[in-house]
């Protein structure tokens, strides 16, 4: 591999996005981001999620230079840009052409365990927080334009076998595997956003993808209709899933 390569990886909330960046961060050719459109966001939305004033206040807020900073020059010395993206911070108002430069990936796991984690930060989340409706539309403009379906990876099958999954992963977007992707130190990362002390207080336990284990949580009967909907998301990228 010569050319550079710049991973974009979608996912919603309360799926094992940070671990993967916790993977891909433990490669020495790569250099990761976390949630970069997320100031931007919170100040767009007024969304009163924790620490948003501090997260407004360091983070950029204008899209366009985030844009800019995603697709322009590598680090020396790295290869891979890896791109920890929430599909719920990517509005409307963002234009998408940005992601042609970018090798687009979506990480989906099962509604229901979505929902059953998210509740237990924040008790009734809306269709758009859950991010499933994004990440179709987001699916659906990079193979508009690639003309081919971008890789999609389960968070359980992941869970369940890590090694092959990640190796799946890596062939499909260009890059040799790497033995370094299955661990990684404990604690917070310097890499992680300002909101790591809020939200990754499980993967900072962690040294490697913890083994799957299903939840028994059912969804309430208010967010039903809402699950119903994140179902129709997921399965529609579910059948494109590597294994």
Request: overall charge neutral; some cysteine; aromatic content about 10%.
């Amino acid at each position: 591999m010569t050319q550079p390569v710049r991973i974009a990886m979608w996912s919603g909330p309360r799926n094992i996005s940070t671990a993967m960046m916790r993977a891909w961060g433990n490669r020495l050719d790569t250099i990761v981001v976390d949630e970069p459109f997320y100031a931007c966001y919170l100040k767009a939305t007024g969304k009163r999620h924790p620490g948003a004033d501090e997260v407004i206040a360091v983070g950029e807020t204008d899209w366009r230079k985030v844009a800019v900073r995603l697709t322009g020059l590598m680090p020396e010395g790295k290869r891979i840009f890896f791109q920890k993206q929430m599909t719920h911070h990517l509005l409307p108002e963002i234009d998408r052409q940005w992601l042609r430069a970018m090798t687009n990936c979506f990480l989906i796991r099962d509604p229901r365990e979505v929902i059953a984690s998210y509740i237990k930060k924040r008790e009734d989340p809306a269709l758009e927080d859950l991010g499933f409706t994004q990440q179709a539309e987001i699916f659906d403009f990079v193979r508009d334009h690639a003309n081919s379906v971008p890789p999609v990876i389960d968070a359980k099958d992941v869970l369940e076998n890590p090694e092959r999954m990640l190796r799946l992963l890596s062939s499909a977007v260009g890059v040799e595997f790497s033995k370094s992707m299955l661990s990684w130190r404990p604690g917070l990362h310097e890499t992680d956003g300002l909101w790591a002390k809020y939200w990754y207080t499980e993967v900072a336990k962690t040294t490697s993808f913890q083994p799957y284990r299903p939840t028994q949580d059912e969804v309430p009967e208010r967010l039903r209709e809402t699950y119903q909907r994140c179902c129709e998301c997921y399965e529609r990228l579910y059948h494109y899933r590597l294994r």
